[in-house]
């Protein structure tokens, strides 16, 4: 049988055992959040620049799209229009052409 004495040292040591946990369950939360807010704020930028690229093309009739190029010098992510293709699948494209899809 347990001691009073043993029984409230057993039940010190699970709960500090809980508030450890709980404390190392907050912190990767909170990363969690940072790491959502971040995509979030990606996923913005990149529907702001699609969202330009339809307006021009409405403006003008066009039917642009992008394309990440790439010289000996610069990257640039440029108008293309063949095909037509959103922010996210021109990178994708060049992503995929250097075996790094993700």
């Known amino acids: 049988m347990t001691e ?6 057993l039940l010190g040591e699970a ?4 508030v450890k946990e ?3 369950l907050v912190e990767q939360l909170a990363g969690v959040r940072a790491e959502r807010d971040a995509l979030k ?3 913005m930028r990149l ?3 699609d969202a330009m ?3 021009k093309n409405a403006q003008n009739g066009t039917r642009y799209g992008w394309r990440l190029s790439e010289n000996h010098n610069r990257i640039a992510l440029e108008d293309h229009n063949f095909p037509p293709k959103t922010v996210r699948e021109a990178i994708d494209a060049a992503l995929a052409s250097t075996g790094k899809e993700g």
């Not at 009073?4 to 040292?9: E, G």
């Not at 709960?15 to 809980?18: A, F, V």
């Open 4 to 9: 009073p004495r043993d029984a409230q040292r």
């Open 15 to 18: 709960y500090s055992k809980l």
């Open 22 to 24: 709980r404390d190392g």
């Open 41 to 43: 704020a990606d996923a």
């Open 47 to 49: 529907d702001f620049l």
């Open 53 to 55: 690229n339809a307006r």
